[in-house]
């Protein structure tokens, strides 16, 4: 019989799922925010990376009240929320590259959650 790998350990959670999703959409706005150094700054380019800032928000306060519910949020999980609600944004006033360095460095936090809730 073999153990369960990690994919279908965190498909089967209700809340690492959120995590998942919340990796994904970090990864599609770093990729936005890329072009928008490397390109002209555009408004409609400014909003969809905002937006998509704002859903990374949302999947990631999901993911803290799905494992809220199931009493499982630790002080980790909420020291990342903060990051990516403070520290991410005021970053934005700083240089564009220490920005960007910032914000790479919570996609290393994320899968971070994921490795702390399965161990």
Not at 28 to 34: E, H, R
Not at 41 to 50: A, D, E, I, N, Q
């Amino acid at each position: 019989m073999n153990p369960p790998n990690m994919i279908d350990q965190v498909q089967a959670s209700p809340s690492l799922i959120w995590v998942a999703a919340t990796i994904c959409l970090h990864i599609i706005n770093v990729f936005i925010g890329l072009s928008l150094g490397f390109q002209k700054k555009t408004p409609s380019l400014v909003r969809t990376h905002l937006l998509v800032y704002g859903a990374v928000l949302f999947s990631l306060a999901s993911y803290l009240v799905i494992n809220g519910i199931h009493h499982e949020n630790t002080i980790w999980d909420y020291l990342v929320a903060l990051y990516f609600i403070t520290i991410i944004p005021l970053s934005r006033k700083w240089d564009v590259v220490l920005h960007a360095g910032i914000t790479v460095m919570g996609l290393v936090f994320l899968p971070a959650l994921i490795l702390l809730q399965l161990l």
